[in-house]
């Protein structure tokens, strides 16, 4: 009877996500022309930490619970989803067309706070102390402050943008999407663990899968979403992916870690070292190619396939 209510649950819970990152995309797009700011610095930031709202809330009170390896694998492997598996499927639906200067600082941003956190592991002997969380923090104060600034200098003339819906009613509408998305992602992650746990799944991996892709869902919602709304929706898409993988790290480990200095699962380092060699493989596709094709879509799908297999089996 618990499972049936659970799976209700999980229901419900897609439902609340699915039209929430619709409204949300949609009003995002028209405050980027109306601002006439580029669509991939709006995804870098308000879709970004729109849409990891569910990870920070999961992460600190999986971290206040005593259930550290919960809180950090949600992170890392919340960004594994993102980056890997979000973007490859956003890419087999629709190629994504890649200007890598557009992104270069926030790409290396992104996979610098990765190999910071396997640093701070390999240093700290696999905890986070407060003070390595205030670093964490701090970077994350200058990477918005640069972000802020580019986007200021980016502004540029938009021919449509006086045709989009009014700014007030954009913002109604980006509140309530994310209203939507935060509720559906706890209730579908609350509904995952309580399925998964009833199957004896160890904290690490319960946190690297079930909560992970549970509190992704907004991303892949949105992503997906964003996918059919055109040049804009997805410039929003790939921002929301990588602002996400960032805020995840240095925001919600660093706010985690001066609350509750982190004890971490040494088996982590292989999460991390596959999230790095992932985003380098992202960065040689676009390098090479100016964008993300559906085969190297479909192959960054199976590279998230192959990890799943390998975290779950061995």
């Known amino acids: ?34 601002l006439r700011v580029p669509g991939v610095i709006i995804g870098l930031t308000v879709v970004a930490i729109g849409t990891s709202m569910p990870e920070m809330v999961v992460s600190l009170s999986a971290a206040a619970g005593g259930a550290t390896d919960m809180a950090v694998g949600n992170a890392v492997g919340s960004n594994i989803f993102n ?19 557009d992104i270069r600082v926030d790409f290396f941003v992104g ?6 956190l396997l640093g701070m592991m390999f240093y700290f002997a696999d905890v986070i102390p407060r003070a390595g969380g205030a670093v964490m923090l701090g970077l994350f104060g200058l990477y918005m402050l640069f972000t802020v600034r580019k986007a200021l200098a980016s502004r540029q003339e938009d021919e449509g943008a006086g045709q989009v819906t009014p700014i007030s009613r954009s913002v109604i509408f980006i509140v309530l ?6 509720a559906g992602g706890q209730l579908a992650v609350m509904a995952a663990i309580n399925v998964a746990r009833t199957m004896g799944i160890t904290e690490r991996v319960i946190g690297l899968t079930v909560v992970a892709i549970g509190t992704s869902l907004p991303e892949l919602v949105t992503a997906l979403a964003a996918c059919k709304k055109g040049k804009t929706g997805m410039d ?8 996400s993988s960032i805020f995840n790290i240095l925001f919600i480990l660093g706010l985690t870690g001066v609350i509750l200095p982190l004890t971490i699962d040494a088996n982590l380092h292989f999460d991390l070292i596959f999230l790095i060699g992932g985003s380098f493989l992202f960065m040689v596709f676009v ?10 879509g479909a192959l960054l799908a199976l590279a998230y396939g192959a990890y799943m297999a390998a975290i779950t089996i061995f």
Request: aromatic fraction near 10%; glycine fraction near 10%.
């Open 1 to 34: 009877m618990r499972i049936i209510l659970d799976v209700f649950l999980l229901v419900i819970g897609f439902a609340l996500l699915i039209k929430g990152a619709d409204f949300f995309v949609d009003a995002s797009v028209n405050v980027a022309r109306w």
């Open 177 to 182: 999407g994310l209203v939507l998305i935060v």
């Open 111 to 116: 996979v610098g706070a990765a190999v910071l």
């Open 83 to 101: 980056l890997i598996f979000i973007l490859g499927v956003c890419a087999v639906i629709r190629p994504v067309y890649i200007r890598f200067a």
């Open 236 to 243: 929003i898409a790939l921002g929301n992916i990588i602002g």
């Open 287 to 296: 390098l090479t190619r100016s964008k993300i094709g559906r085969m190297e």
